[in-house]
């Protein structure tokens, strides 16, 4: 007699991550891709609570409804959840189709913040207003320049020992273009973080490290350059060094020294979710890029060792998808987007906690932002998409001919 089992009503932790990674597109049954997801999605739900927390006391203050900002960056979110699902689902070369109108959108865009459509806010022109939607371009240029780059790059791998092959297009005139358009207006801290995009797009597609260093010590010139023509840089770089007012509560060193407070304060476990006394107006943009203090005040070291260790293991389950992709476009792609966003984690970091000066660049999937929420969650559902192996293409078995009877003439 056959006994037949009832099927067991829980779901096994590894059964989920395989349903998910199906749901992807993904039935080579590989259970890092679903990890990639799950780390995204809880820093970004630990974005929206340090939102609600960080900016309810000022929007109360300046009379607003308190959970406007949170609503908005929950809208915000689940866009780029449902654009990054979305992406996931595409295959390479769908990717690489969307390189050249990516950038064109871009150029565009960060040309028009220099009409009337632009708006500046904090001393800095590079954010579109329109239909009461503001929308910052070059967040959105940083995953299109890395599409773009990498669909050149894949494309002249057999000439990029050429030095003229490695920097036309790619260096100029097209990251000339961009990096131009950030810097004039204002915004050293995203230039700088396209810089480095470049720069991993250089090194994941193959340039030689001749050209590499030679436009690396370009780039660096030119912040130096930049910072040193604009007197509130000179006076934040003075303030970190020591020989500016980083001691005077009131001075340009006040925002960075407030959040040293809050994380100081903050101790080993915190002082409680919601409970943080500097977010009461003595950090500005305390719910922007000084959100990691905030964090820090409420849920202590933990908390900050425990965003740090999520950012850890996305890294490493990126890299350890990257390593089974033969792809070049795919490699290149994925390497700058996680490299991108990694990096542009460790500098607002060490901008908050005072090993950098401050230079105004969010925390990924955590600072209050639509543009910076959307293009990081689209560059990962890019990542998703690329490195997704590719079906086999199936091979029709030649015909065998049979031999000819003896005697019999072939056609």
């Given at each position: 007699?056959?006994?037949?089992?009832?099927?067991?009503?829980?779901?096994?932790?590894?059964?989920?991550?395989?349903?998910i990674?199906?749901?992807?597109?993904?039935?080579?049954?590989?259970?890092?891709?679903?990890?990639?997801?799950a780390?995204?999605?809880?820093?970004?739900?630990?974005?929206?609570?340090?939102?609600?927390?960080?900016?309810?006391v000022?929007?109360?203050?300046?009379?607003?409804?308190p959970?406007?900002?949170?609503?908005?960056?929950?809208?915000?979110?689940?866009a780029?959840?449902?654009?990054?699902?979305?992406?996931?689902?595409?295959?390479?070369?769908?990717?690489?189709?969307?390189?050249?109108?990516?950038?064109?959108?871009?150029?565009?865009?960060?040309?028009?913040?220099?009409?009337?459509?632009?708006?500046?806010?904090?001393?800095?022109?590079?954010?579109?207003?329109?239909?009461?939607?503001?929308?910052?371009?070059?967040?959105?240029?940083?995953?299109?320049?890395?599409?773009?780059?990498?669909?050149?790059?894949?494309?002249?791998?057999?000439?990029?020992?050429?030095?003229?092959?490695?920097?036309?297009?790619?260096?100029?005139?097209?990251?000339?273009?961009?990096?131009?358009?950030?810097?004039?207006?204002?915004?050293?801290?995203?230039?700088?973080?396209?810089?480095?995009?470049l720069?991993?797009?250089?090194?994941?597609?193959?340039?030689?490290?001749?050209?590499?260093?030679?436009?690396?010590?370009?780039?660096?010139?030119?912040?130096?350059?930049?910072?040193?023509?604009?007197?509130?840089?000179?006076?934040?770089i003075?303030?970190?060094?020591?020989?500016?007012?980083?001691?005077d509560?009131?001075?340009?060193?006040?925002?960075?020294?407030?959040g040293?407070?809050?994380?100081?304060?903050?101790?080993?476990?915190?002082?409680?979710?919601g409970?943080?006394?500097?977010?009461?107006?003595?950090?500005?943009?305390?719910?922007?890029?000084?959100?990691?203090?905030?964090?820090?005040?409420?849920?202590?070291?933990?908390?900050?060792?425990?965003?740090?260790?999520?950012?850890?293991?996305?890294?490493i389950?990126v890299?350890?998808?990257?390593?089974?992709?033969q792809?070049?476009?795919?490699?290149?792609?994925?390497?700058?987007?996680?490299?991108?966003?990694?990096?542009?984690?460790?500098?607002?970091?060490a901008?908050?906690?005072?090993?950098l000066?401050?230079?105004?660049?969010?925390?990924?999937?955590?600072?209050?932002?639509?543009?910076?929420?959307?293009?990081?969650?689209?560059?990962?559902?890019?990542?998703l998409?690329?490195?997704?192996?590719?079906?086999?293409?199936?091979?029709?078995?030649?015909k065998?001919?049979?031999?000819?009877?003896?005697?019999?003439?072939?056609?």
């Amino acid at each position: 007699m056959t006994v037949k089992l009832p099927p067991s009503a829980a779901t096994g932790r590894g059964d989920v991550l395989l349903r998910i990674g199906r749901w992807l597109g993904d039935e080579s049954g590989d259970r890092t891709r679903p990890v990639i997801l799950a780390v995204v999605l809880v820093l970004a739900a630990l974005g929206l609570i340090e939102v609600a927390s960080a900016s309810s006391v000022e929007s109360v203050a300046a009379g607003k409804n308190p959970y406007d900002l949170p609503l908005k960056q929950a809208m915000w979110t689940a866009a780029g959840v449902a654009i990054m699902f979305g992406l996931a689902r595409l295959r390479t070369r769908h990717i690489r189709w969307l390189a050249w109108p990516l950038l064109g959108a871009a150029v565009v865009s960060l040309g028009l913040v220099f009409t009337p459509l632009g708006m500046t806010v904090n001393g800095n022109r590079n954010w579109l207003g329109f239909g009461g939607f503001t929308v910052q371009p070059s967040e959105f240029a940083k995953l299109a320049l890395i599409v773009w780059a990498a669909a050149v790059l894949s494309r002249k791998q057999a000439l990029l020992h050429e030095s003229k092959h490695a920097v036309v297009p790619l260096l100029l005139p097209t990251g000339a273009i961009i990096i131009g358009l950030v810097a004039f207006g204002h915004d050293l801290g995203t230039a700088m973080i396209i810089m480095m995009i470049l720069a991993a797009t250089m090194f994941y597609g193959g340039v030689r490290m001749k050209v590499f260093g030679v436009a690396g010590i370009a780039g660096a010139v030119l912040a130096l350059v930049l910072a040193a023509t604009s007197g509130n840089r000179v006076s934040r770089i003075s303030s970190w060094l020591g020989a500016g007012s980083a001691d005077d509560s009131q001075g340009v060193g006040y925002q960075a020294l407030h959040g040293q407070y809050a994380l100081a304060s903050g101790g080993w476990l915190g002082v409680g979710l919601g409970q943080s006394r500097q977010k009461w107006n003595w950090i500005p943009e305390a719910h922007n890029d000084f959100i990691f203090t905030i964090l820090g005040e409420e849920l202590g070291l933990a908390g900050t060792l425990l965003v740090l260790v999520l950012f850890t293991v996305l890294g490493i389950a990126v890299f350890k998808v990257i390593a089974r992709t033969q792809d070049t476009f795919a490699r290149i792609v994925s390497s700058s987007v996680i490299t991108w966003i990694i990096g542009q984690a460790v500098v607002n970091i060490a901008m908050v906690t005072g090993l950098l000066p401050v230079i105004g660049v969010p925390l990924p999937f955590i600072s209050y932002g639509g543009s910076a929420m959307i293009s990081s969650l689209a560059g990962v559902g890019m990542i998703l998409a690329v490195t997704r192996p590719q079906p086999a293409q199936a091979v029709r078995p030649k015909k065998q001919r049979q031999p000819a009877p003896a005697g019999a003439v072939r056609p």
